[in-house]
């Protein structure tokens, strides 16, 4: 599976972004589907992520109420909604996808996206 993201950017605090992570393959409906960030000189956290039936959400607390996930398995992609931005959710965002029950350990990475949000 490859996974390619797009739509970072810049925002203002309180705006939003969306964030699309599309993957190749046939099996995109199989994983559980997640997006990571990492700040400067942090490491990488988990962020949000979508179990593979599309019932299940997980949220980290820093974006509860903010953040949404959700998925189009017909277009193989997954979206990140961002609301309410702070300038503490200034990252690179990483998409990934997850076969097992870890979140800690994606099988497959995307490449980062710069979300940089202004005060």
């Known amino acids: 599976v490859q996974l390619q993201a797009s739509g970072g950017g810049l925002a203002q605090a309180g705006g939003s972004l969306r964030l699309s992570c599309e993957a190749s393959g046939r099996t995109f409906s199989m994983y559980h589907m997640g997006w990571f960030r990492q700040a400067p000189g942090k490491e990488r956290d988990f962020v949000i992520g979508?179990?593979?039936?599309?019932?299940?959400?997980y949220y980290s607390d820093s974006v509860k109420g903010r953040f949404t996930i959700f998925r189009d398995n017909a277009k193989n992609t997954v979206y990140l909604q961002m609301n309410s931005l702070k300038p503490e959710d200034t990252a690179v965002y990483y998409c990934?996808?997850?076969?097992?029950?870890?979140?800690?350990?994606?099988?497959?990475w995307g490449q980062g996206t710069q979300v940089t949000v202004s005060s």
């Open positions: 979508l179990s593979a039936s599309g019932l299940m959400t």
């Open positions: 990934a996808a997850v076969r097992g029950t870890n979140w800690n350990s994606p099988d497959y």
